[in-house]
């Protein structure tokens, strides 16, 4: 369809060599490129008189574009938005849990439509399920001399230094735990711009064999891993959801047999427990299937004859089987349980033993935004939470907004102060995350939860760490 000249501004005009469409929403020009002798862009060369002979549609494949009527078959073969051939790394749903149809709730009303009867025996069903819980982490603020410099920098504002501050922390932390050095694969969840990548490979200055792989589901702008040219680190960028991603079938991962460590900052609800699947089972596993033991060799390379008997002395005394397992360690910055989606959730096992089901699930991780909402208006419900991730160009999450419809207060049964909101909230979180420490446990590693950034820098300050219980990586220094 045709589009006409909008009115323009007063004031301004295109950039030379730009087209000459005023976008109205933007309050802007279009900045697109034209062709020689043209005042249009394509997009919007239906805008010109001149062109109006010929119609734009929009393209079948993505609504959010156009396309000449008559040059469609030709743009369908090309459009970024066609169906391309998936890599050897997807395989359909193979993260994403089971699926049990018995436990899928039927459509549940919103909480501000609970009586408060039901609202009161949700809240009794939360503090009896967390009753002996932790509910105040330890703190693991922490900092590392990578970040010095930005950190000082004058031109970087509030919210550059925000983010270094918990990039910083992070770092910090992956190098607590001995998982910063040489000859591993840092595999890092929900990457966006992979800005936390970076500061591992800073950190890393020259360590040999060093592989980044930054799995991100959409398509991002101002990418920081392209300018890496260093001779002994490798990024590798997958454009894929964390449910479909086979780590095994990435090939410096099936040939080389890096350890892994699997990073992330602010990873958003469900993408969180997808991650936790796709490291401890489908890749974990896949090695236990193969009967594959390459610690020995590792450990060779990395320490003295005198190291590794003392390392076998140890573990005949404690009486416990050497197990390698692929997966070094694991470093997520959690993010968003109202994301959470009972399906994708590692932690069905400990919600069941404490007679918890879907339905709790369901209004608990709603509840769960309750903990960063304090601030502003409740943050109550949502039509369309189930498993959207994040899927935008911008920075990292903040944690100081819920990005889910806001509700009034008043609509609450019960009428809530909201410290006591904010409490709920924070119960709810750590139970879903008391989930996925018992998952971890069960699978062989040792979890723990931190504080590893202070509320004022993000209202989404807690850290997840797990080790292998029977570690095989060396102590390494940077």
Not at 85 to 111: M, R
Not at 223 to 230: L, P
Not at 326 to 354: M, N, Q, S, T
Request: hydrophobic share 35%; charged share 30%; proline share 5%.
């Amino acid at each position: 369809m045709a589009a006409s000249v909008p009115t323009q501004p007063a004031i301004g005009f295109p950039a030379e060599g730009r087209c000459s469409y005023y976008v109205e929403k933007k309050k802007r020009f279009c900045r697109m490129v034209v062709a020689a002798g043209k005042r249009f862009c394509g997009e919007h060369a239906g805008a010109a008189e001149e062109e109006n002979t010929r119609k734009r549609i929009l393209c079948p494949l993505d609504p959010k574009h156009t396309v000449y009527e008559d040059q469609l078959a030709k743009h369908l073969k090309k459009c970024n938005s066609r169906e391309k051939p998936k890599p050897d790394f997807f395989i359909q749903d193979i993260n994403a849990g089971l699926t049990d149809e018995t436990e899928i709730p039927e459509q549940l009303v919103p909480i501000s439509s609970l009586s408060e009867e039901q609202l009161e025996n949700l809240i009794k069903k939360l503090k009896k399920a967390s009753k002996g819980l932790n509910s105040t982490l330890k703190d693991h603020i922490m900092s590392h001399p990578a970040l010095s410099d930005a950190l000082s920098d004058p031109k970087n504002g509030d919210s550059a230094i925000k983010h270094l501050k918990q990039q910083a922390s992070i770092l910090g932390n992956i190098e607590k735990l001995k998982l910063l050095g040489p000859r591993r694969c840092f595999v890092e969840f929900g990457a966006g711009k992979g800005k936390l990548s970076h500061w591992v490979d800073i950190a890393l200055k020259d360590a040999e064999k060093v592989h980044f792989i930054l799995v991100e589901k959409v398509t991002t702008r101002f990418k920081v891993d392209g300018k890496h040219r260093k001779k002994n680190s490798v990024f590798e960028r997958l454009q894929i959801d964390i449910q479909h991603l086979c780590l095994n079938k990435i090939p410096v991962l099936r040939e080389g047999k890096l350890p892994v460590v699997g990073i992330g900052k602010h990873l958003c609800g469900v993408a969180t427990d997808l991650a936790l699947r796709c490291l401890v089972e489908t890749y974990a596993a896949s090695y236990e299937e193969r009967n594959e033991e390459p610690l020995a060799k590792r450990i060779k390379n990395d320490k003295t004859e005198k190291e590794i008997n003392t390392l076998t002395k140890e573990g005949s005394e404690k009486n416990v089987p050497e197990k390698w397992t692929p997966v070094a360690g694991i470093v997520i910055a959690l993010c968003c349980h109202h994301r959470c989606d009972w399906r994708h959730y590692v932690g069905k096992e400990y919600f069941r033993a404490l007679g918890l089901g879907a339905v709790e699930f369901h209004y608990f991780q709603r509840m769960s935004s309750w903990a960063t909402c304090g601030r502003q208006k409740a943050s109550l419900e949502s039509s369309d939470i189930t498993t959207k991730r994040k899927n935008d160009d911008s920075e990292e999450h903040d944690g100081g907004e819920c990005s889910i419809t806001e509700e009034s207060t008043d609509n609450l049964p019960g009428l809530l102060t909201v410290e006591e909101k904010k409490k709920i909230g924070r119960l709810c979180k750590l139970l879903i995350d008391q989930g996925r420490i018992q998952y971890l446990e069960q699978k062989g590693f040792n979890p723990a939860l931190q504080y590893y950034t202070d509320p004022l820098v993000s209202l989404e300050n807690v850290l997840l760490t797990a080790l292998p219980i029977h570690s095989s990586l060396p102590e390494t220094t940077t």
